[in-house]
């Protein structure tokens, strides 16, 4: 394993490992516009009060979906506003 890669794993576990999901919501239109983005992402609510936000790349370029191993629901997806009008 890469030296990065070990890096961001044990920031990423100091980060989340015990954590508990207290919700779950798309971003709104509102805030998807605000942002810049065509696509309402999924914000996944943590138990410390920090957010998990979904994003299509590094840059935050727009929302993203979400791939499961869950028979039932393999994709989370990304709900769509159109484009942005600002």
Do not use: C
């Not at 039932?72 to 600002?86: M, N, R, V």
Request: charge should be negative; hydrophobic fraction near 40%; charged fraction near 20%.
């Amino acid at each position: 394993m890469a030296m990065t890669e070990k890096k961001w794993t044990a920031e990423v576990a100091a980060q989340l490992v015990g954590k508990t999901i207290t919700s779950v919501s798309f971003m709104s239109e509102k805030a998807a516009d605000d942002w810049g983005w065509s696509a309402r992402p999924l914000e996944i609510n943590l138990s410390d009060g920090h957010q998990l936000l979904v994003v299509a790349d590094d840059e935050g370029n727009n929302g993203g979906s979400v791939f499961t191993t869950y028979d039932d629901l393999p994709t989370i997806p990304t709900l769509y506003t159109g484009f942005p009008k600002s």
